[in-house]
């Protein structure tokens, strides 16, 4: 069997800084509030109609597959991670194939929100394990800004949440116990509408059974009213306080699990990049599990939460930091909507 290793890593940003301030001039807000609840100072928002999920993966893609030394040429498949795509369907991996001129290897979307892109990791590892694929683009991408309600009905939700993306090349390794030497998926759908968005989805209707949009008609259809567009039906819907006690009970066992599998203790992580959700959420896992600052990465001050892009987003800066090492023992760790949660650790 074969084992994966990152061979290239990059992200990219949007230029446009929207500090907590500005965001106090469309909403009742303020950067104490925001701040002091979730350690974000400032995001980016993409272009409105210049940059897409889409453009900013293949930003993020050009980069890793630069630095991986090979070219789009050698991509065998691609894995797109987003909850954000530019379209409904079809998915972002195409529209990426398309724009790179790529040759026409497989190409899958993943929606699983804020574990996307360490679920996309574990999948291209086992096609690489298999020996099925050798070089993999693996990217996560999000626009969230075309979908956020600035106002101040929505304020919980919108404050938390920037744009951005990261890609890395996950390539067949040369040597034993190099690379990704586990991955640990889970999700319980018992709680899966507290962090969700249920506009455009085959449930939408249902969701407001008291308006129905149309009641004297056969087939719903997937139609909202003006009205409950205007409602918030169609923007995603968080119970912070819940997702919280969730996280932090979820973060800290998948990291251990995969630590457990591989004979490592807390103490052998040489760096944790957790998924940027709530920089409350990591400080309260770092203390958990007893990592001193220097071995947990967070850079949600400055880009807010990415959902699928925050992991390679961060790790990606990290590396650029020097924080990653050859040698070094890397952890991933995401939880998200769903509730997903997920893990990889890296002998990197
Ligand atoms: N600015 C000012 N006031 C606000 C804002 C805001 N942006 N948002 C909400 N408020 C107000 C509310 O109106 C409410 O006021 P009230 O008491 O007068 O009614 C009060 O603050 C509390 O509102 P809550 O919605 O209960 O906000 P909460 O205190 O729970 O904080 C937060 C929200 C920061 C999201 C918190 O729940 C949290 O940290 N949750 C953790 C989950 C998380 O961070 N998820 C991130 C995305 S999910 C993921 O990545 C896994």
């Given at each position: 069997m074969y084992s994966s290793k990152i061979a290239g890593i990059g992200h990219y940003v949007p230029k446009n800084i929207y500090t907590n301030n500005d965001l106090s001039r469309?909403?009742?807000t303020s950067d104490e509030w925001i701040q002091e609840r979730t350690g974000i100072k400032e995001r980016r928002f993409a272009d409105r109609f210049a940059e897409t999920t889409t453009t900013m993966g293949i930003e993020a893609a050009k980069i890793a597959i630069e630095r991986a030394g090979i070219t789009e040429q050698d991509i065998d498949f691609i894995i797109f991670a987003t909850l954000s795509p530019d379209y409904y369907f079809p998915g972002c991996g195409v529209l990426l194939q398309r724009e790179m001129k790529m040759k026409e290897v497989g190409a899958l979307d993943i929606r699983n929100q804020c574990s996307g892109f360490v679920y996309a990791l574990s999948v291209a590892d086992q096609f690489i394990k298999t020996g099925m694929y050798k070089n993999i683009l693996v990217v996560g991408s999000e626009k969230h800004s075309f979908a956020m309600d600035f106002q101040t009905r929505s304020r919980n939700v919108s404050v938390i949440f920037g744009d951005g993306a990261g890609a890395v090349v996950l390539?067949?390794?040369?040597?034993?116990?190099q690379g990704?030497?586990?991955?640990?998926l889970h999700s319980d759908g018992a709680d899966a509408e507290i962090l969700a968005m249920h506009y455009p989805g085959a449930h939408a209707n249902k969701w407001l059974p008291d308006n129905p949009p149309?009641?004297?008609?056969?087939?719903?259809?997937l139609f909202l009213t003006h009205e409950q567009l205007d409602s918030g039906a169609a923007l995603p819907y968080m119970d912070g306080p819940a997702v919280f006690k969730k996280a932090v009970v979820k973060f800290p066992e998948v990291i251990n699990e995969a630590l457990a599998k591989n004979g490592f203790t807390a103490?052998?992580?040489?760096?944790l990049v957790p998924h940027q959700a709530n920089l409350r959420i990591s400080q309260y896992v770092q203390q958990l599990l007893g990592l001193p600052d220097d071995k947990v990465f967070n850079n949600i001050q400055k880009y807010g939460n990415t959902t699928a892009a925050s992991v390679p987003l961060a790790l990606s800066e990290a590396w650029e930091a020097?924080?990653?090492?050859?040698?070094?023992?890397?952890?991933l760790a995401a939880f998200g909507s769903g509730f997903t949660w997920a893990s990889a650790l890296i002998r990197w």
């Open positions: 469309f909403m009742e390539q067949r390794a040369d040597q034993e116990g990704i030497l586990s991955t640990h149309f009641p004297d008609q056969e087939l719903g259809g103490k052998d992580i040489d760096l020097g924080k990653v090492k050859q040698g070094d023992l890397v952890c």
